[in-house]
């Protein structure tokens, strides 16, 4: 999913969600990281006051961050979905 994640905010909100994730595994603080909003905006981290929540694994693309994807970047996410999330 990172992948998909570059596309949609860039690589530094991407690098900057996996410190998040990673110190929220080992229980330690990261300095603020500059693209928080648009990782709040995007739905990948949750505020606080005081605080950041972020979730222990970062989730597939929704519909409207995969509406932003070029064409065929689309058609991979969708490609990748169905092989994470297969329907019975």
């Known amino acids: 999913m990172r992948r998909f994640w570059t596309a949609v905010i860039g690589p530094?909100?991407?690098a900057e969600?996996?410190?998040l994730v990673t110190a929220a595994r080992k229980k330690t603080s990261v300095p603020c990281p500059i693209r928080?909003?648009?990782l709040a905006a995007e739905g990948l981290v949750s505020l606080q006051p005081g605080q950041v929540?972020?979730?222990a694994t970062i989730p597939p693309l929704g519909p409207d961050q995969t509406r932003r994807l070029p064409p065929a970047l689309r058609a991979e996410h969708r490609t990748a979905l169905a092989l994470l999330l297969p329907r019975e």
Do not use: K, N, P
């Open 12 to 14: 530094t909100a991407v």
């Open 17 to 19: 969600l996996l410190r």
């Open 36 to 38: 928080l909003s648009q």
């Open 53 to 55: 929540h972020v979730r």
